[in-house]
């Protein structure tokens, strides 16, 4: 496939599956974008193989944030990677690995890098600035300047 085609796919990702809050529909866009053996080493345990690792931490995420959305502010694509840099937006509406909701709005940016085969996603490796994110629902304190 071409690096455009691959461009797409990982614009369905961010689009019509991280951005989804229709379970239904996004299993479909999950089924079609991922192969069924795709691997996401940074997902917690239990999380990190196949579609239904991935559906599971989507629907984790999406019901601490229930108007969760993603977008890429930059991609590149070359062979079989696409590099996107994103931002992740939403309102802390429930519980989040133990912080119950606070209401508060959250911006999370990252950088991921997708793998592609045979016009599927096959591997994610990223980084979102998660201690940004903790520090935005108070879960731990903002640094103060030292001096």
Do not use: C, Y
């Amino acid at each position: 496939m071409s690096t455009d085609a691959h461009r797409l796919i990982v614009q369905r990702l961010f689009e019509n599956d991280l951005s989804q809050p229709d379970t239904e529909a996004r299993r479909q866009v999950t089924d079609e974008i991922f192969a069924e053996d795709f691997f996401e080493p940074t997902n917690p345990p239990g999380m990190q193989h196949s579609r239904d690792g991935h559906m599971a931490v989507v629907n984790l995420f999406m019901s601490a944030f229930p108007d969760m959305r993603w977008d890429i502010e930059d991609m590149l694509a070359e062979g079989d990677k696409v590099v996107a840099r994103t931002t992740m937006t939403g309102t802390h509406g429930g519980d989040f690995f133990g912080i119950p909701a606070t209401g508060r709005t959250v911006r999370v940016t990252g950088i991921h890098i997708l793998t592609l085969s045979n016009g599927q996603i096959i591997r994610h490796d990223g980084i979102n600035d998660d201690l940004g994110l903790m520090q935005q629902l108070g879960a731990i304190p903002s640094a103060v300047p030292v001096g």
